[in-house]
């Protein structure tokens, strides 16, 4: 499996973007999929998960009602939609798969992708 995460840039504070993450691999409908993030000089950090049916989702706090998560499984596509960015949203954003439940914790998910960077300027 493999993962390949886009839609990272340039975004002043208020605004919105959207991140996908493309997932090779027949086997796309039967992972969960979690977005972590890694700011500058902190580590990396839990910020929501999707269920392999899609019904299923799970926030940290710091992005509940802010940011939302989908998925299409017939695209082995999740999305990570982020509204009303913020400074500290700043970071290099990661998908990764995982099968089991959801979970906030990096060593339930068995396969990563190679980050893209959201930058949210003042």
């Known amino acids: 499996v493999q993962l390949q995460a886009s839609g990272g840039g340039l975004v002043q504070a208020g605004g919105s973007l959207r991140l996908s993450c493309v997932v090779s691999?027949?086997?796309?409908?039967?992972?969960?999929i979690g977005w972590f993030r890694q700011a500058p000089g902190k580590e990396r950090e839990f910020v929501g998960a999707i269920g392999w049916s899609g019904g299923n989702t799970y926030y940290a706090d710091s992005v509940k009602g802010r940011f939302t998560m989908s998925r299409d499984n017939a695209k082995n596509t999740v999305y990570l939609r982020m509204n009303s960015l913020k400074p500290d949203d700043t970071a290099v954003y990661y998908c990764?798969?995982?099968?089991?439940?959801?979970?906030?914790?990096?060593?339930?998910?068995?396969?990563w992708g190679q980050g893209t960077l959201v930058t949210v300027s003042s």
């Open positions: 990764a798969a995982a099968r089991g439940g959801l979970s906030y914790r990096e060593y339930d998910y068995d396969y």
């Open positions: 691999g027949r086997t796309f409908s039967i992972y969960n």
